[in-house]
């Protein structure tokens, strides 16, 4: 059985950090990445990586801030935020799929984790 498990999330000030894993079980993935959504929005890209973790992408309003990475002997992925602001409050989700090509695209990945939540205080 196929599982994605993260965890990490929580409630921070405005200017903190926080760091998300997403632990996978029963296969391997050649691309891991991370979406959010925010209540009333529609759920959006984050950040990706590709097996290697030679490529990776990032949505402007996060690049600088959230630094994507990834341990495959653990078959893990992570992201780093930092600087954080109200506006990344938003449930995250970690999502993955077979493919080396990197993409953006929500519609591309068909494993998804339950999601965890980010609370960031002003």
């Known amino acids: 059985q196929v599982q994605l498990v993260e965890s990490g999330g929580g409630v921070v000030q405005a200017g903190g950090s926080l760091r998300l894993s997403c632990a996978a079980s029963?296969?391997?993935?050649?691309?891991m990445g991370w979406f959010r959504q925010a209540p009333g929005k529609e759920r959006e890209f984050v950040a990706a990586i590709s097996w290697s973790g030679g490529s990776t992408y990032y949505a402007d309003s996060v690049k600088g801030r959230f630094t994507i990475s990834r341990d495959n002997a653990k078959n893990t992925v992570y992201l780093q935020m930092n600087s954080l602001k109200p506006g990344d409050t938003a449930v995250y989700y970690c999502?993955?799929?077979?493919?080396?090509?990197?993409?953006?695209?929500?519609?591309?990945?068909?494993?998804w984790g339950q999601g965890t939540q980010v609370t960031i205080s002003s």
């Open positions: 029963g296969r391997t993935f050649g691309t």
């Open positions: 999502a993955a799929k077979p493919s080396v090509i990197v993409t953006m695209n929500r519609y591309d990945y068909g494993y």
